[in-house]
């Protein structure tokens, strides 16, 4: 077997296209695969189904150049492939876990389509122990099969930034059993091995629980920080200094400690739940997980809170939002804090009227109550207050001045601690941060 491979990929989800163009992009000849056909006649057509920056240039690059197809139908993506990806969603639960439903149909999907040895890579995250489980399904499946092995080599990349992380990863991890499967797996990243990415490898296990760990881990640095910023309200701190104090130790790191309306997506939320249920499978008491969760629960009861005290009585009073994607850069609003802050503001009498540079039709249809606006300015009308809820850096250049013409009562509460406070208390806005002790305005409604 000689670079280049031939490549399936299974699920054009974020992470499943993201693995299309890199795979493509770093010379392999590449065959996406979705059961989905609006969206694949949408990738034929060159289009991208989501948001994600430079996405859809390298999707049509590689697929002009010919390295890469899309597909409706498996035996077509995985007809003579060395590779196969599985990138299928695994969506949580009523009870937290993962559903691995369409996980296993992609094994036996690959599986009975298979037409010659090949690594099925389960590239979703995954609960520790799903590729035994799956080795079950293709042997069930192909009792004749040609050599069929799994590996195990889970995404970090972050969306926003999903195309640079998969290009330039911080490390490849990949967890295999026999060595002809981490071999192949070597050769599959070989362009990026050459130059000098750090290529982990490990068993199958322990590459699947490394990622769920990553996801706590970081999880826990944001809780950690918003927990923080409950200590230092109280305290007269600002939490942003005390995150700077922190992140200056390199065995602390300042990345993942900033305060605010708490992490969302479709990662940290799922993920998290998703580990503490396999903890409890394993028989291990993980109460810090639910710790995390509790605190960024907490974050946007927070921020409403902050929001109520500000306003008084939230009947009658008009809300703007700023952000509606769960972090800046993508248009995704699943499990968004923005969105559960409007949804609390909503539910307490307050009109919300939002605005997000990307997020505004995905949020439409999620959140029909919400009315939105066609710009900040537009969105900041009229407001008795206006909430920063997504960083984006177009917030941060607004002009406030025009901003405080619009609104009814200057308040702004910064639910990303990413806005200028002086300047806006220069204004003569009310300013309100997330754990700003020192410096937030004083909490009462101002003169109408
Ligand atoms: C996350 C991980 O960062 C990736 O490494 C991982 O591959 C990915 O999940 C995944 O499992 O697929 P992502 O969900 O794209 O990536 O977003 P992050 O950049 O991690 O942000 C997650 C949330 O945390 C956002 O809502 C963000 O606003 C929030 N956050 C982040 C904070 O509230 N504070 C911080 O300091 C950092």
């Known amino acids: 077997m000689t670079y280049p491979l031939r490549v399936a990929v299974v699920g054009t989800g974020h992470v499943g296209l993201v693995t299309c163009a890199s795979m493509a992009a770093i010379g392999h000849t590449v065959v996406g695969m979705d059961n989905d056909e609006e969206k694949i006649a949408k ?29 409706n139908h498996v035996a077509d993506a995985v007809r003579d492939a060395d590779v196969a990806f599985i990138c299928v969603g695994t969506p949580p639960r009523a009870s937290g876990e993962a559903s691995m439903v369409a996980v296993e149909k992609a094994g036996r999907d690959i599986a009975r389509a ?28 192909r009792p004749d099969r040609p050599n069929l092995e799994i590996a195990s ?7 926003g930034n999903a195309v640079r992380d998969s290009l330039e990863p911080e490390r490849i991890l990949v967890g295999a059993h026999s060595q002809w499967a981490r071999e192949r797996m070597r050769e599959l990243y070989a362009p990026q091995i050459d130059k000098g990415h750090k290529y982990i490898e490990t068993d199958i296990a322990t590459a699947e629980l490394a990622k769920h760990a990553c996801n706590a881990f970081l999880a826990m640095k944001i809780s950690f920080a918003n927990a923080l910023a409950e200590m230092s309200e109280r305290s007269g701190a600002d939490v942003m200094h005390v995150a700077e104090v922190m992140g200056a130790d390199p065995r602390i790191g300042p990345a993942f400690l900033n305060a605010g309306l708490g992490y969302g997506g479709y990662c940290f939320p799922k993920d998290l739940q998703a580990f503490g249920r396999l903890a409890g499978k394993l028989g291990y008491d993980f109460p810090l997980l639910r710790e995390i969760e509790r605190i960024n629960t907490e974050a946007v009861a927070g921020v409403f809170a902050k929001v109520q005290e500000l306003l008084w009585n939230l009947e009658d009073k008009r809300v703007c939002l700023l952000g509606l994607a769960f972090k800046p850069g993508t248009d995704d609003i699943r499990f968004s804090p923005a969105l559960a802050l409007a949804d609390l503001l909503i539910q307490a009498g307050a009109e919300v009227i939002a605005y997000d540079p990307e997020a505004m039709h995905a949020a439409k249809a999620e959140a029909p109550k919400l ?6 300015y537009d969105a900041a009308e009229g407001a008795h207050c206006l909430v920063l809820c997504t960083e984006w850096d177009e917030f941060k250049a607004l002009d406030f001045v025009r901003i405080k013409n619009e609104m009814d009562y200057p308040v702004v509460v910064d639910g990303r601690n990413a806005l200028d406070a002086q300047s806006l208390l220069s204004l003569g806005f009310t300013y309100a941060g997330v754990g700003r002790g020192g410096l937030d305005s004083e909490a009462a409604m101002p003169d109408a």
């Open 43 to 71: 990738l034929q057509a060159g289009g991208c189904p989501f948001y994600e920056p430079g996405l859809k240039e390298l999707l049509a690059e590689q697929t002009e150049v010919g390295r890469l197809s899309f597909t």
């Open 114 to 141: 298979a037409t010659k040895e090949m690594v099925v890579v389960e590239k979703s995250t995954v609960p520790a122990g799903t590729a035994g489980r799956l080795a079950q399904v293709l042997n069930h499946e």
């Open 153 to 159: 080599n889970p995404e970090f990349l972050r969306e």
């Open 371 to 376: 009315q939105t606006a066609s710009d900040a």
